[in-house]
Structures are given as structure tokens and as C-alpha cells.
């Protein structure tokens, strides 16, 4: 079983950062294609990024492109998110998602794993 904690969330004010932190434990994920997705009040849960299981191959969201940097280390077993320049409609609870076939897409449905969640909070 794969457990994945993340953690870095909090408040922060408009055009500051912060940078969120996966762990995953119970199994090595360096062939999972990892994702960060996020969930505000009353919204779906939406995809920010992904990055495939070498991390040669990222994706972003239009939303996260020039703000956002994924990166991950397989002998540490985590996936980190830099955000920079954030906005209030940043604010969200950001999930951390792994999905076993490696290639990394903005599909939830691939991802078989998930975090409980970070909230992030972006004041004005």
C-alpha cells in the first residue's frame, strides 16, 4: 500500500510563494507518473502538473505555466512544487496523486493513489 503525505501548505499573501512537498512511503514510486491537482470551495478538483516517472516529461495546467515548477527525486521518494507569484485564486487544498503506469496526464482518473491534502491559502 502507498501512502503519500504532503505538507508546505499556508497562508501566504498575493505575489509570494511556497513550495509543497510529497512524501510517499510503502513503496518506491520512482516508475509513477506523479501530479498535483487542487480543490477550492465549491469547485471540482482540478489538475496543476505532472511529471512522468524519468521527470523528462512535465505537464502544466495554463493556470500554473511560468508560476509553478514540479520536481522529483526517485532515491528520496518525494515530488515537490514550487509556486511562485501566487494568487488569490491560487487558494485551493493541493493533493499530491501517483499513477502507476508512469506516463503522467491531467486525467484524475489515472492517478491510483492520493494524498489527504495541503491547504493553501493566497491573501489579497
Known amino acids: 500500500q502507498v501512502q503519500l503525505v504532503e505538507s508546505g501548505g499556508g497562508l501566504v499573501q498575493a505575489g509570494g510563494s511556497l513550495r509543497l512537498s510529497c512524501a510517499a512511503s510503502g513503496r518506491t514510486m520512482r516508475n509513477y507518473a506523479m501530479g498535483w491537482f487542487r480543490q477550492a470551495p465549491g469547485k471540482e478538483r482540478e489538475f496543476v502538473v505532472a511529471i512522468n516517472w524519468n521527470g523528462r516529461n512535465i505537464y502544466y495546467a495554463d493556470s500554473a505555466k511560468g508560476r509553478f515548477t514540479i520536481s522529483r527525486d526517485n532515491a528520496r521518494n518525494t515530488v515537490d512544487l514550487q509556486m511562485n507569484s501566487l494568487r488569490p485564486e491560487d487558494t485551493a487544498v493541493y493533493y499530491c496523486?501517483?499513477?502507476?503506469?508512469?506516463?503522467?496526464?491531467?486525467?484524475?482518473?489515472?492517478?491510483?493513489?492520493w494524498g489527504q491534502g495541503t491547504q493553501v491559502t493566497v491573501s489579497s
Open positions: 496523486a501517483a499513477d502507476p503506469y508512469g506516463v503522467g496526464s491531467g486525467n484524475t482518473n489515472a492517478y491510483r493513489y
